[in-house]
Nanobody, 128 residues
């Protein structure tokens, strides 16, 4: 069973940085996507950044140049480094995994698929 556990969220002032971590377990090999999504209260979940099993990465336009996604395969951990944070980055951030043939850009655009596995989410609050 896939398990995704996020950590590293919290509160920070605008211009600050946070690094989110996601400890992933329960899946091995094959084609997949892993990534981060965000949900603001009252809005739909939206894609932030993702990595495909071939190492290709996609970062959505709103986060380009500020957010970096990376993974440590040996540790089974996914990261999201968030720099120059803005108040509009505030939201609940979810780690996710799609265990099937997956194109990161498409997966983000569709805000995940019905087969996507989700973590419990972690709050990020950026104050002005």
């Amino acid at each position: 069973q896939v398990r995704l556990v996020e950590s590293g969220g919290g509160s920070v002032q605008a211009g600050g940085s946070l690094r989110l971590s996601c400890a992933a377990s329960g899946y091995t090999g094959g084609s997949y996507c892993v990534g981060w999504f965000r949900q603001v209260s009252g809005s739909l979940r939206e894609g932030v950044a993702a990595i495909g099993s071939d190492g290709s990465t996609t970062v959505e336009d709103a986060f380009q140049g500020r957010f970096t996604i990376s993974r440590d395969n040996a540790e089974g951990t996914l990261y999201l480094q968030m720099n120059n944070l803005k108040p509009e980055d505030t939201g609940m951030y979810f780690c996710a995994a799609e265990l099937d043939t997956c194109r990161p850009s498409r997966w983000l655009m569709w805000s995940g698929f019905s087969t996507t596995h989700w973590g419990q989410g972690i709050q990020v609050t950026v104050s002005s």
